[in-house]
Structure formats: structure tokens, C-alpha cells
């Protein structure tokens, strides 16, 4: 699996001896030369394929060296594209920002623990078919946009507070070809997510304010699945999320309290045990996963990344 986009890492198409193919499977491949990769990016994966194929060719190619120049001049703007091919065989595609942090948000670029998740659930499918799922602090929607192409939930909720944010999301659901429904107040009583299950989930991205909502306003989605990743990265964050959990805990008296899977990579020790902490005082028990198996996604292998199951 390759992908090419903003991040540092470079995983290159699989072969150790580079051959003239490459080019078109990856920098000219239909999805990157419609969806631009950063142009950072762009450039330092070639650089790295040049290497390659220089360490077992005597021969230059052309081609790459062709490649490369046009990165080389290009001007690197705000905004690029992530592309991922997924096992099955579909893609996923985002709109980034080039920038840790633009707009006053962290939320415009993927965050290892979104692909983290992301690879458990497309090796657990059976936890989000059929399903209405929920998820809280969703970012530019990697999680999500791979879990509504692969396992086959009913409903699907992205949900975040953060203005820009929603904007990006929104636009990249369209730009993965699934359609949105209007957003209402009560999504449980709107039409849409009572009709039976289709090749599509249906698809809502709703503004979710942790400090504000409400419970009947959570039960309003009824979600059968609750799903975060990467939004531990501070101590008042923490209590925010802990604060909506127990309102989700509390809806179980008019329905079952849906299951929760929180992700996050280990920074700070002390945060998570922050969150475990919390969690305790909460009343809502924890147990971690088991680390699985298959890497599909490129992330620092450093990394030292968790997903706590949690009961409502």
C-alpha cells in the first residue's frame, strides 16, 4: 500500500528494485494527479524513489528525474491532498491543510491515532455493520470515511465544533462520493435514518459543542457506537469528553448505552492516566485492546498508540 500526502512518512509501492512503472502507480497515478499530494511531500518521495532506483540501476530514468523537476519549482500552498488505498480495493481522499496547526486548529491534518483506528475497524467490521455510529472531535473524517467505505454501518455521524473544521469535513465526504443528509436537530426522527440499510450509510456531519450538549440531544442520534480518536492532548479536552460520556451513559434508561472506543497515541503518560483517571470517577469501566496485527496506514513506527473499549 502507498500513499502520498503531507505527512513525513514515505512508503514507497512494495518492490526493492524501482522500475519505470512506478511513476504512473504512484506521483501519475489517476487519484494524485487529480488530488495533488503536498508538494513537500511529492518531492522528498521521489527523491527517496531516485535513490532507490539508482542503488540497483546503472541507467538513469528519465522519467522520474522529470518528475521530480516539476515538483522542484512548484510553489507549495495551504491546502493538499491525502490519498489511501484501502484493502478492498476503494480509495479514501483528503483535503488537508499543509500546516500542524492553521485557523487556530489542529483538526485540518490526520492524526496517527485517526489511522490507527482507522486499521482496527477495517479489521473489525462486524462492530460498525449495520449500526449507527457516532463519532466525537471527527477532524478532516479519515476514520470515518474509511469505516462508511468498508464496514458498512447504517448511519454514520461526524461531528466536531471547530467552524473550519465542519467545512473541511463536509467537503470531503462529497469528495468521497457520499452524499449528506440535511442537518436536524433530532436526527433520530428525521426520515432518512429509519429507512433500511443500503449500500450507502447515511451520512450527517453535525456541529457538537462538548461543554454545551446535551444528554437528550446525544440520545437524539441514538448511536449504536461511539468512536474517538486523538483528542486527548489536554487536561480540560479530557474532562469535556468524560462530561459527554456520561451523558451518553446516561441516555440507557429509553435505549441501550452504545459502545465507545477512544484512540489515542501515548505522548504523555500523565494525560492518560489524566483520562483513566476520570474515567474511574465517571463510574465508566475501561479495558484496553490488544494491539492488532496489520499496519495498512504509514505512521511514525515509534509511535506508541492504545484503544481503550469503554462500558457506558
Known sequence: ????????????PGLSHPVPGHVHQTVKHPLCVKHPPSVKYARGFLSELIRKHEAVHTEPLDELYEALAEVLTAEEPTQCHRS???PSGDSVTLSESTAIVS???????TWNAALYLAEWALENPAAFTHRTV????????????????TCRPRAYI?????????????????LNGLSLEPSV?????HPAFKTPDTENPRVMVARLDWDVVTAPQLAAFWPDIVIAADVLYCPETILSLVGVLQKLSACQKDQQAPDAYVAFTIRNPETCQLFTTELGRAGILWEELPRHDQKLFPYEE????????LTL
Open 185 to 189: 436537530t433530532a436526527p433520530a426522527q
Open 134 to 149: 457516532l463519532e466525537l472531535g471527527s477532524g478532516v473524517g479519515l476514520t470515518g470515511l474509511a469505516i462508511c467505505k
Open 1 to 12: 500500500m502507498w500513499v502520498l500526502g503531507r505527512g513525513r512518512t514515505i512508503t514507497l
Open 158 to 174: 461526524f461531528s466536531d465544533c471547530h467552524s473550519r473544521v465542519l467545512e473541511q469535513l463536509q467537503g470531503n465526504v462529497l
Open 103 to 109: 485557523h487556530g486548529t489542529t483538526g485540518l491534518v
Open 302 to 309: 515509534h509511535s506508541e498508540m492504545a484503544i481503550l473499549k
Open 84 to 86: 489511501y488505498l484501502l
